[in-house]
């Protein structure tokens, strides 16, 4: 497979992240990343918005997710994490971006 613009084997850019497939423990898809959230300070990421729940995009909630609960599989070309569907139902969740905290520099994990 031959890298895109902005893309090496160790770094990617925000954009290419945005809309990337997330994956629970069990390979199904829970999500993709909608947003990822970086500290002006420290240049790291702190976390992903994670969309989930809707159909073809409408609808859907909004869920942040610490960075480091992800990590990128090269098989499924996306990012893979612990959490369940069932348990980001339960999460604390944001039901559009008018509602989400953007000072919150570390949301709680779902």
């Given amino acids: 497979m031959a890298m895109e613009d902005r893309e090496t084997f160790s770094l990617i850019?925000?954009?290419?992240?945005?809309?990337?497939?997330v994956y629970g423990a069990d390979g199904e898809k829970v999500g993709y990343i909608e947003h990822v959230m970086i500290d002006k300070v420290?240049?790291?990421?702190s976390y992903a918005v994670l969309s989930?729940?809707?159909?073809?995009?409408?609808g859907d909630d909004h869920y942040p997710l610490p960075?480091?609960?992800?990590?990128?599989?090269?098989?499924?070309?996306g990012y893979v994490?612990?959490?369940t569907q069932d348990q980001l139902r339960s999460a604390p969740k944001y039901a559009d971006e008018s509602s989400w905290n953007w000072s919150d520099p570390a949301p709680r994990a779902p």
Avoid: R
Wanted: glycine content about 20%; charged content about 20%.
């Fill in 42 to 45: 420290s240049g790291k990421v």
């Fill in 67 to 77: 960075w480091q609960a992800l990590k990128y599989d090269t098989n499924l070309a």
């Fill in 52 to 58: 989930f729940g809707g159909l073809l995009g409408i």
């Fill in 81 to 83: 994490t612990g959490i």
């Fill in 13 to 21: 850019g925000s954009d290419k992240v945005e809309g990337t497939n």
